[in-house]
């Protein structure tokens, strides 16, 4: 089976960095991905990693060590639009469909 | 070039009723997937088609719901009697044709059914 946990809320300051953990458990791995959701929203693509290290887009970062089933997404110089659901997501590798971790609630503040 | 296209966006029925909901890939994608969404919580999933083919239903409720992507029309899914607890948002999500699921999955704005 899958399973991901990520933090339910998380609160930054505008300005400042924050990092969004996951963490996965997967009989394969085909890849991880973080999709963005504003309230109300449809879920975006933010990024996608399938090898360790650290990938780099504008201010959005995302980190993965398959050894460690670990990821995180780490948003710098936060803004008040960043304030949003941010999902953790692996495709299933039984499968055809992507398992969705429950989310992480982003508040920044002024 | 539009994206997933989904209809209605809002939908309100009575217990018991039919709900139908209606969606359109991005133009060149040949995989639907839905998901269902309740308040404060994540993208649940339901279903995987291909054009007049159900891949893997393994998230969908053995009753009342179906779902299907025919030949020609949007993919649809039918809720059959619903019950308060069928009140969520729906998104429909596609990807290109692809021999793994590797792809990201590009969602329609979603249809949020209300149950009275």
């Known amino acids: 089976g899958q399973n991901i946990d990520q933090p339910t809320e998380m609160t930054a300051t505008e300005g400042a960095i924050v990092q969004i953990n996951c963490t996965y458990q997967?009989?394969?791995?085909?890849?991880l991905f973080w999709y963005q959701q504003h309230a109300g929203e449809a879920p975006t693509f933010l990024s996608y990693?399938?090898?360790?290290g650290l990938e780099e887009k504008g201010r959005f970062s995302s980190f993965l060590s398959r050894s460690k089933g670990y990821s995180y997404l780490l948003l710098k110089e936060l803004q008040m639009k960043d304030s949003a659901s941010y999902l953790c997501a692996v495709p299933y590798t039984g499968g055809f469909k992507t398992i969705f971790g429950a989310g992480t609630r982003l508040f920044v503040k002024a | 070039n539009a994206g997933v296209m989904q209809n209605p966006r809002h939908l309100v029925r009575r217990r018991g009723q039919e709900a139908r909901l209606r969606c359109s890939p991005m133009k060149g994608h040949s995989h639907v997937y839905w998901y269902r969404q309740l308040p404060e919580e994540g993208l649940k999933f339901m279903v995987y088609l291909q054009k007049e083919n159900i891949i893997d239903e393994s998230g969908m409720p053995k009753e009342r719901f179906s779902a299907e992507f025919p030949k020609e029309g949007p993919s649809i899914l039918r809720i059959q009697q619903v019950v308060r607890g069928d009140s969520a948002a729906y998104f429909c999500?596609?990807?290109?044709?692809?021999?793994?699921?590797?792809?990201?999955?590009?969602f329609g704005e979603g249809s949020r059914l209300t149950v009275l």
């Open positions: 997967t009989s394969g791995f085909n890849g």
């Open positions: 999500a596609s990807s290109p044709l692809r021999r793994s699921n590797t792809g990201e999955l590009f």
């Open positions: 990693n399938v090898l360790d």
